[in-house]
């Protein structure tokens, strides 16, 4: 008797247990998922922002999942190569476009739970960030999950003191004699690629899509340049990162939405899968690096080179990046070092078929500065300031890092508005680049020479053009693409001239990066 009224009472008090974490657990989530997001919504309002009324628990998905769906079917059948627009923004953004003219430039709206302040406003972007170092600011959590498989804890999303150790051990890696003993490298890259142009155009294929070539000499380049490995080791590692980028970003994602991830199982595992053997194979290329025998006592120069040394922060010693931060620093640069550049190059030779007189102006003063003779030393490209005008205002037009994105780790004020800690926030970099009271009633129109002996384009404001991002956080790939920008643009117009090809679809669109949807393909001429 007195055994089985114990089990009861065991029986009994298991199940109230139970039933308490399960009461704990629904408590918690209501606090995170709708108490803690209505306390931000109704700080936010009370701060002034305003914005589209978002739902539970979805937020502002739906609707810029329809007005995506309503711009796709109505821009479809128009897109041809006569009804080419550089005014992309309504296009890639229709929702931010929409809501622009509803709440001003700067709004909150909402991915699943998590308010977002949307901000195209350079002043109020310059006062926010005025007081804010490169190491306090944070990456959005909620994108951190979603993107731990491409960039894990890389320089792109770490923060705090570790971003500065970061930040500290891998700007050596672009300094003016680095970059100077890659440019022989890329040289040969690139004129592998050419040479299988010529083959083409000779076999009678002058139709050629430049978007896909020029990603993988990009690749290519990354991986002899960065990481010392040949293009089929490095080959790999891209492909995965390319699957990757896809699986994660194509699709309809649930960012924000409580058990979001859940949602799309079969996605989520496939990334995580193909994250894991992309750190297989960069583990393998650190280790056969690390027992690679050293020439002399230098550690090489090369990025991955000085990653594996020790480093030396303002006169101290620190400690050396961990076998994890060393593969997800080397997915970060693998996969940002080459995606970027190649759509940067991507977008000019569009904008260069489009416009012959430009390709005619860039070979005169190719011919001038380089002369007919081959690219012996890339720090003769200095003097190509046209071709720097051309690629200022491709990356104006067609910013292939189409947005920034922060957290607040600490309440900032602006004027007299205060932004809460925690809150998230996307910086419309694509509608900022194309905001006629910035730029002009020519805003969309293609105009390099707006760059010439003005940095800034002529914008009536000094953050009003960003394609490499602001303050300490600043890309620290600025001066390598550069130098490939001018390598491959100087090649590619020195052998062809090129026009664009009746089957091309104008669809900028956002996979991660702004790409052409449908590829690039132009028709080539050889000229010698
Ligand atoms: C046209 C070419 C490129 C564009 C438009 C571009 C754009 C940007 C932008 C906008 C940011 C700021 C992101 C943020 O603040 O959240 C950034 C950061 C970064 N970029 Fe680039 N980038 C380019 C090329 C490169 C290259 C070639 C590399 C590497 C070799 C690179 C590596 C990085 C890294 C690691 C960061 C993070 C820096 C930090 O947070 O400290 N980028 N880039």
């Known amino acids: 008797m007195e055994s089985s009224s114990l089990k009861i009472f065991v029986a009994l008090s298991l199940r109230m247990g139970v039933a308490y974490l399960l009461m704990v657990m629904v408590v918690i989530l209501l606090f995170s998922w709708w108490v803690m997001p209505c306390l931000a ?174 990603i993988s000499t990009a690749g290519e380049i990354i991986a002899k340049t960065s990481f010392g490995v040949s293009y089929e080791n490095g080959r790999k590692v891209l492909e995965k990162l390319r699957e990757m980028q896809i699986t994660l970003f194509k699709s309809n994602r649930h960012v924000g939405v409580p058990f979001g991830k859940f949602l799309n199982p079969k996605q989520n595992l496939k990334a995580k899968t193909l994250g894991k053997e992309v750190d297989e194979l960069l583990r393998s290329i650190i280790t056969e690096r690390r027992e690679k025998p050293r020439t002399g006592n230098k550690p090489e120069q090369d990025l991955l ?141 293609f105009k390099p020479e707006r760059f010439k002996d003005n940095i800034h384009g002529g914008c009536n404001h000094k953050m009003g053009f960003l394609p490499f991002g602001f303050g300490g956080r600043m890309c620290v790939g600025k001066n390598l693409t550069n130098m490939e920008y001018k390598i491959v643009l100087t090649l590619i117009l020195s052998r062809f001239s090129f026009s664009l090809s009746p089957n091309y679809c104008h669809a900028p669109s956002i996979l991660l990066s702004l790409r052409p949807m449908h590829g690039l393909p132009l028709i080539f001429k050889p000229i010698k």
């Not at 479809?76 to 809501?99: E, G, K, M, Q, V």
């Not at 640069?333 to 550049?341: A, D, L, M, P, S």
């Not at 490209?381 to 780790?409: C, D, F, I, S, T």
């Open 41 to 214: 919504y109704r700080k936010l309002k009370s701060n002034g922002f305003s914005g589209p009324k978002p739902s539970f628990p979805l937020g502002n998905l739906n609707d810029m999942k329809k007005m995506k769906m309503t711009n796709i079917s109505s821009t479809s059948s128009s897109s041809s190569s006569l009804s080419i627009s550089n005014d992309i923004h309504s296009t890639a953004f229709p929702y931010f476009a929409r809501w622009q003219k509803l709440h001003g430039k700067v709004f909150v709206y909402w991915l699943g739970t998590e308010p977002f302040l949307y901000i195209a406003e350079p002043e109020f972007l310059k006062k926010m960030s005025a007081e804010i170092r490169g190491k306090s600011w944070g990456k959005p959590n909620v994108f951190k999950h979603d993107r731990e498989p491409m960039f894990g804890q890389g320089l792109l999303m770490v923060e705090g003191e570790d971003w500065v150790r970061h930040r500290h051990v891998i700007t050596p890696a672009f300094s003016p004699a680095n970059l100077k003993a890659m440019g022989s490298l890329m040289v040969d890259s690139a004129k592998n690629m050419l040479d299988r142009w010529t083959g083409l155009i000779n076999s009678g294929q002058p139709e050629i899509d430049v978007e896909r070539e020029i």
């Open 305 to 445: 080179g000085l990653l594996l040394a020790d480093n030396t922060v303002d006169g101290r010693k620190k400690r050396a990046l961990t076998t994890k931060e060393l593969v997800d620093e080397c997915k970060t640069f693998f996969f940002g070092g080459h995606e970027t550049t190649a759509l940067a190059l991507t977008w000019t030779l569009l904008l260069l078929g489009l416009h012959p007189e430009w390709q005619e102006e860039l070979r005169e003063e190719i011919k001038h500065v380089v002369g007919d003779g081959e690219i012996v030393d890339a720090t003769m490209l200095v003097g190509l300031k046209k071709m720097e005008w051309v690629m200022n205002e491709v990356l104006r037009l067609y910013p292939p890092a189409p947005n920034v994105q922060r957290q607040a780790r600490q309440d900032i004020q602006v004027d007299n508005l205060v932004i809460p800690n925690g809150t998230n926030m996307w910086i419309d970099v694509v509608s900022m680049h194309h905001d006629e009271n910035l730029w002009g009633k020519d805003v969309n129109e």
